[in-house]
Structure formats: C-alpha cells, structure tokens
C-alpha cells in the first residue's frame, strides 16, 4: 500500500543532551567529583541553533522557562536519567528540563546536596544562552529526597554559595514538592518508633537511616543538626510559590510531613504561596503522581508561575 499524507509540524521533536558538567566537587574522602546533569528541550534550542552561528542573544522572546528535575533515591544515590521520561511532558509544554545528579549521603553530608541543587540552578542561568533559557524564569522539582530538596530551594535562603557560578543567582520563581520528607527530624522520629516496634526492622540505629546519613556526625547532636536541614525552618517571604503533593497511603514518608509544612507556610500569612493535594491511596511515587489529573495540576501550576 503507497500512501501520500501530511501530518504538518505542529508538534516539536525533543532533543536530549547527556552528562553536562555542572560542578566539581570532593568527596569525604577528598576524592575528586564531577557532578553532571542532563537536559531536555525541544527542537530548535539546543546548540544546533549555536553551530548554525545563529546568535542567542538577540531575541530573548524565544528563550523558555527551565524546570530542574531533582531525583530521589534516599540520598544514597540520584539516578539523573532513571525518570526524565516521566517530566517529557513539560519539555512538550514548551519547557528546558534539565535533571541532576548530587552527591550521595556516602559522598557529601548535608547541606552539600542543597549545595549541589544552588550550583546546578547558576549554572543553568550561566549557560542560559546555549539552552534558551530565559533565565529570569527557573523553576525546581524532585521526588522524595528531591522533593525535600526541591523544598529548601523553594526557600531562596542565602548562604549555600560556592565559587562556581557565583556571579549568578540560585534563586528559583516555582517549586515542585512531590512527597519530600520536609522535615528531617520528624522523619527521624518516625524511623525510631518503627525500629522499636520492629525487632527485625532493616535499621538498627538512627545512623542507619536515610535521614541519619544524609546529616553525620555525632548520633546525640543529629536530631537538633536536622532542624537545619528542614524546609519548615526556613519560611519567609523570601520564599517562591510551592506545589506540594502527597500520597495518603505513603509507607515511607509520613503523608503529615507534607501537611505539617503545608500549616506551617499558612501559619506564616503565606497560603497564597502554596497549594497541597493528597492523592488518594497514593504510595510513595507509585502511579497516580503521573496520572494526566496530576500532571495537569502541574502543568498549570507551573505556566502560572514560569509563563505569566
């Protein structure tokens, strides 16, 4: 059979540029790092406008809102690439999504992931001209340890800055929490009521956990180190609007984390600045958080943020 059709151009292809470079960094063993990140964009921003000696900067009006995707993965490890496929239909909105890889519990403690999201921030504004980015309009999201981190980014406090990019700002104009555990030593306190009511609970101490291996140091001054490390600390009207999201029935992450951060940012004369949906019989990142419902909140919640 010969057919003869025109299917148009309405819809853009999606490039995908791998393994940038964004930061270099030490481990706590000293050991060199390269932190790299990747990004998605639509066809026509990306550095083939660049090679064609196209100039960047001389229509701003093309440039487009970048959202940084921030992974999960307990702070053991952040699998840049494990769930880009999941936020492609922000790139198909017209967005740049880059994602990023931080450093793990085993390579940095904390605050040095919240370090790694501001490097990651400045260096998309540093580079906004080779991915069209306009770089007045930068938004972050992340899933679980992301989420919380895409939550203390949320923040735009001061005082996380490092000598790379450091004439650019890490602060962000829309955030994304999807079920971060907000508050480190709520999520302390939760693992120590299982480890007691469980003999054969996978932890045996608090340094053990997710949460104690992400801060260090001494177990006795763990607990007051974390306030530190808990959005909830940091609520001021310094902050950018936040979409939080939450499963009901999430076995990991105490669902009243999310809500509790939620009351807190209320409690501070800031509710127009947040919205939290808890999605029924929602686990932790099963699929109803990529369900067209919720990605269309997301959607929405970010073109009136980023777009407006």
């Not at 769930?83 to 940095?108: D, K």
């Not at 490097?119 to 679980?144: C, K, N």
Request: include cysteine; proline fraction near 5%; charge should be negative.
């Amino acid at each position: 059979m010969e057919y003869y059709i025109n299917p148009g151009r309405l819809r853009k292809s999606v490039n995908f540029i791998d393994n940038i470079v964004y930061s270099h960094q030490k481990d706590l063993d000293g050991n060199d790092l390269e932190l790299k990140m990747s990004v998605m964009l639509q066809n026509g921003n990306s550095e083939m406008r660049i090679a064609a000696g196209i100039d960047e900067n001389k229509d701003l009006r093309s440039r487009k809102p970048a959202i940084l995707w921030i992974p999960g993965g307990g702070y053991r490890g952040a699998d840049k690439n494990l769930m880009v496929a999941e936020v492609e239909y922000l790139v198909e909105a017209g967005y740049v999504v880059a994602s990023m890889y931080y450093r793990s519990s085993a390579q940095g403690h904390y605050p040095d992931q919240l370090i790694d999201v501001k490097t990651a921030i400045r260096f998309l504004r540093a580079h906004a001209a080779e991915y069209e980015i306009d770089p007045e309009r930068i938004g972050v999201m992340g899933r679980s340890a992301g989420g919380h981190l895409a939550a203390m980014a949320a923040m735009n406090t001061p005082g996380y800055d490092t000598e790379e990019w450091s004439e650019y700002s890490s602060e962000v104009q829309a955030a994304y929490d999807m079920f971060g555990p907000v508050d480190i030593v709520t999520l302390m306190e939760s693992d120590e009521r299982e480890m007691k009511a469980n003999p054969n609970h996978r932890w045996k101490t608090i340094e053990d956990t997710h949460a104690g291996a992400l801060m260090g140091g001494d177990p006795a001054t763990m607990k007051e180190r974390a306030k530190a490390a808990s959005a909830g600390t940091y609520i001021t009207k310094k902050m950018c609007p936040i979409l939080i999201m939450h499963g009901d029935a999430d076995p990991l992450v105490p669902c009243d984390i999310s809500k509790t951060f939620y009351h807190q940012i209320c409690d501070a004369g800031m509710e127009d600045q947040a919205d939290f949906y808890m999605l029924k019989n929602g686990g932790h990142g099963t699929p109803e958080f990529f369900q067209p419902e919720t990605r269309g909140i997301v959607e929405r919640f970010f073109d009136k943020y980023l777009k407006a």
